[in-house]
């Protein structure tokens, strides 16, 4: 009878929507706002369901004699009717539960353990909801987003801190999740690269910070040529993933499409990271752990592409070394071609078709292995047309860079190991995790912020939202219940 008794108010919200919508009234509305009317009434239906289902679980809670805490300490004076609220995706709720009180220390409360209920007033439900918006835009938008789904006003400051709430098990999720191991000739690549995030002063990097402050610029709106902003802290990415070996020759690689689809390696078991709290040797670090759980014997070729940067290539190495692994540092192809195409304006003109063919013959000699001989090659000719500094600036630079990278140009070895030479998924992988989020316009970010959206943001591209939601759930109910209990038990309250 209790049941049938706390279940009217539901009940009779259902029965009003039907008989509105068997009414005669009810057909001269448009769909649309049909649809208001049944999203609005029927949330409210869904919340009174909920709410009695509340209720109805503080009458079943049986009374024990003594609830004993993770100290032994014996909880035997019971209060009922110890309420707290709880912020829903369908609404806001009422819950009454018992209270187990000990003179001297925080209640324990049985109910809130079982239904693994949230410290703060937002639940889980809100959490995921807020996370997954702060992952796709702003946390403005995120706000406006929850609203729209649950009918709940978050403030954007809650939004954030709910966001920060959700990714806080990254870390242990994919310390303890099986990985997917290499297998047959795969090849395990690891891959990494940087993207400067606008932050507010407080979290840059102590460098920075000092520069910002020592910083006099000569306008006060903009900045004047050479000058630096100094409000970027660098956010690192990695990326990890195995592929099966297709040999192929320079020619094939500069192939153009149309020419027809290029033989490539294809990626598969992606997985992303990036972090602007840690520095990059944490994260390449973090890496080469994932590297290892796909490849734990170290059996098949290890390759680690990178665009050049000294900082990564130096971590690469180091982080190799510290666990005997050997791989091979393979600059990106593409990075090459672009200081190739920039050295091809000390030599022609802007848009001149024969710029075109020099730097496709030139790259065509990289790919063959015969870099060195290709700065050579290009510095002569800088030299033979007595270029002023200016116009053979570029020319320079680009024989510089192919000596300078050098050893980690073997692209004949790469070819013919059947081996990706291209950083195209690290680019992209910057591009969703970092530019499309943190760069929007005027954003300027705290640590935790920043630090939170880059771990949601890899989780969805992952793949890995649903079960790391049910492992964030239950490292919750650890942490928050399980841990205050004796021996981590939870006594039953039914």
Not at 245 to 272: F, I, M, Q
Not at 468 to 476: G, K, M, P, S, V
Request: hydrophobic share 40%.
């Amino acid at each position: 009878m209790q049941g049938e008794a706390l279940a009217s108010a539901s009940a009779a919200q259902f029965v009003k929507m039907a008989q509105f919508l068997a009414e005669s009234e009810s057909f001269d509305l448009e769909h649309f706002d049909l649809e208001c009317y049944v999203t609005t009434e029927g949330r409210e239906m869904l919340r009174l369901m909920l709410q009695e289902h509340f209720e109805l679980g503080a009458l079943r809670e049986r009374r024990l004699e003594e609830v004993r805490d993770a100290d032994d300490v014996a909880y035997r004076s019971v209060e009922r009717d110890h309420g707290r609220p709880l912020a829903s995706v369908v609404g806001a709720l009422s819950i009454g539960r018992l209270a187990y009180r000990h003179r001297g220390q925080e209640s324990l409360y049985l109910a809130d353990a079982a239904a693994n209920l949230p410290v703060e007033v937002h639940s889980h439900g809100m959490r995921e909801l807020a996370a997954i918006e702060s992952s796709r835009g702003s946390f403005a938008e995120a706000k406006e987003a929850i609203w729209r789904a649950s009918g709940q006003v978050v403030g954007q400051r809650q939004v954030e801190q709910l966001a920060r709430a959700a990714a806080v098990d990254f870390e242990a999720f994919y310390g303890s999740d099986a990985r997917p191991e290499a297998s047959g000739e795969d090849v395990v690549v690891i891959t990494a690269d940087g993207k400067g995030v606008v932050m507010r002063e407080a979290a840059l990097r102590p460098g920075t910070a000092k520069a910002a402050a020592k910083a006099q610029n000569k306008l006060k709106t903009r900045l004047s040529p050479g000058e630096k902003a100094n409000r970027k802290r660098m956010a690192e990415v990695v990326g990890v993933y195995t592929v099966e070996p297709v040999p192929r020759s320079p020619e094939e690689v500069l192939a153009s499409h149309d020419e027809g689809p290029k033989a490539a390696p294809e990626a598969k078991d992606k997985w992303l990271a990036a972090s602007v709290e840690q520095d990059a040797a944490d994260v390449i670090a973090r890496a080469f752990t994932e590297a290892d759980s796909r490849d734990p014997e170290h059996s098949h070729d290890w390759v680690a592409l990178v665009d050049g940067a000294n900082h990564q290539i130096d971590r690469i190495k180091a982080e190799a070394k510290s666990r005997g692994a050997e791989v091979t540092i393979v600059v990106d192809c593409v990075h090459v071609l672009g200081y190739i195409w920039d050295a091809a304006w000390s030599f022609f003109d802007k848009g001149d078709p024969a710029a075109e063919k020099w730097v496709r013959e030139k790259m065509l000699e990289v790919l063959r292995g015969k870099a060195s001989l290709v700065a050579a090659s290009i510095r002569r000719k800088a030299t033979y047309l007595a270029l002023e500094q200016t116009k053979r600036k570029n020319a320079d630079v680009c024989a510089e860079y192919l000596l300078a990278k050098a050893p980690y140009l073997n692209y004949p070895k790469a070819l013919s190991q059947g081996w990706p030479v291209g950083t195209g998924i690290i680019e992209a992988a910057c591009r969703y995790l970092v530019q499309d989020r943190l760069e929007v316009t005027g954003a300027r970010w705290g640590l935790n912020g920043a630090e939170a959206v880059l771990k949601l943001r890899a989780l969805r591209k992952n793949g890995d939202w649903e079960r790391y939601w049910r492992f964030h759930l239950a490292q919750e109910r650890r942490r928050v219940h399980e841990s205050r209990y004796l021996n981590k038990v939870i006594p039953a309250v039914a």
